[in-house]
């Protein structure tokens, strides 16, 4: 499994969240909502420093990354982060 960021969203995280290097930037499983894996859970966002990173990708020193207790929520596939041009928002696909 493994993190993508598009310079599209690494764009994104520097404009709309004002990251700089050696930000941490965390995805994790949220209740609420859906996904293509598990009705009742969705994929949250949240700048915040790791304690048990399970997997992490540092793009110009900002690190995105997942913690170990949230890997169940991806089924293995990999996160895309991209952005969605025409809603000016992240988008994020799973791919196998």
């Known amino acids: 499994m493994n993190i993508k ?22 995805f994790y499983a949220r209740y609420g909502g859906s996904s293509p894996f598990h009705e009742g ?6 700048r ?3 304690h048990d990173v399970g997997i992490k990708q540092t793009i110009d020193g900002v690190h995105f990354y997942i913690e170990k207790d949230d890997l169940w929520f991806f089924n293995e596939h990999d996160l895309l982060i991209d952005v969605n041009i025409e ?3 992240l988008k994020y696909e799973y791919l196998a």
């Open 87 to 89: 809603a000016d928002e």
């Open 5 to 26: 960021v598009t310079k599209e969203a690494l764009q994104w995280f520097k404009e709309e969240m004002e990251v700089s290097p050696g930000d941490m930037i965390r």
């Open 48 to 50: 915040e420093e790791w």
């Open 41 to 46: 859970f969705s994929l949250g966002m949240n």
